[in-house]
């Protein structure tokens, strides 16, 4: 089976907006990987199907669904609330697929608090920039600019959460990004985050885990534009 010896999880999160959904869909076309299709009390996009995209529910529907435990993990995220079926993700992890959520902060932490007997992988995307990310948010949302407003409202708070996960991968280039995101998953690249450094140390972390992602594999020579290219994007956005 490619990627992990027995199935894995594999979890992205960003700020809205960033491509983790473009990203998810286009992982999930590989064999033996499937995505985890998330119920939501939000209405459909125009494009959207329910059971294909979501299970869309009403927030009735959903609580019964909290009560009963059917998710493994929910949230409440910009007014609506979200959840993964626990069932629908253990049956397939047991039929050997590899699952790829595409959730939250919070759904990410209940995951891994869960401890669950499969492996599991965080990377946390991020948008080139500031401006691209409210023109990938404009168009997808159909100039709809007040969900797009508070969807960039919580830019800042979303992007604080990079510290919680394995790895960060920047969105730029699409195929570059899923290329670096299926390495990733596949352990190419062998770069164990240490969970107990201290913030600084985390964030010289992380920089060298970008370093490693842009270049495209691991480097003895560190590119110093590189490195002041992603801690000025941190000192930016005052993270
Ligand atoms: P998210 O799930 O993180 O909210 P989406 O996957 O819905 O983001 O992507 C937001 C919009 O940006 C979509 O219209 C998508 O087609 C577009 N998009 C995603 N990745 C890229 C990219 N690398 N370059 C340009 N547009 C992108
Ligand atoms: P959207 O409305 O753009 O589809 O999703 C909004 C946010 O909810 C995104 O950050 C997305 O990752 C998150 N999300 C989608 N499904 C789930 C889920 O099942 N659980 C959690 N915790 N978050 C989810």
């Not at 047991?94 to 965080?122: A, E, H, M, P």
């Not at 997808?140 to 991968?169: A, H, I």
């Not at 270049?215 to 002041?228: A, H, I, L, M, Q």
Request: charge should be positive; charged fraction near 30%; glycine fraction near 4%.
């Amino acid at each position: 089976m490619p990627g992990f010896r027995k199935a894995g999880m594999i979890v992205l999160s960003s700020p809205s907006g960033a491509g983790k959904t473009t990203l998810v869909k286009k992982i999930s076309k590989n064999r033996n990987y499937s995505i985890s299709i998330s119920h939501t009390t939000r209405l459909p996009r125009p494009n959207e199907k329910n059971g294909k995209d979501y299970f869309f529910i009403s927030k009735n529907n959903f609580k019964k669904l909290i009560k009963k435990k059917e998710f493994l993990e929910h949230a409440k995220v910009f007014d609506n609330y979200y959840g993964s079926s626990k069932k629908l993700v253990i049956d397939k992890l047991k039929k050997g697929q590899n699952i790829v959520f595409d959730i939250d902060w919070q759904g990410t932490r209940q995951i891994k608090n869960k401890n669950l007997n499969y492996k599991l992988v965080t990377i946390f995307i991020l948008p080139p920039s500031k401006n691209e990310l409210l023109k990938r948010l404009t168009k997808r949302e159909n100039k709809n600019m007040k969900t797009v407003k508070k969807r960039m409202k919580e830019f800042k708070k979303d992007l604080s959460r990079w510290k919680e996960y394995d790895y960060v991968v920047i969105n730029d280039n699409l195929q570059k990004c899923y290329k670096n995101i299926m390495k990733i998953i596949k352990r190419k690249n062998k770069i164990v985050f240490d969970k107990n450094e201290t913030s600084k140390a985390i964030l010289i972390s992380a920089i060298s885990l970008f370093l490693i992602i842009i270049s495209d594999g691991p480097k003895t020579n560190r590119d110093e534009e590189s490195v002041n290219y992603l801690r000025n994007y941190f000192l930016h956005f005052d993270i």
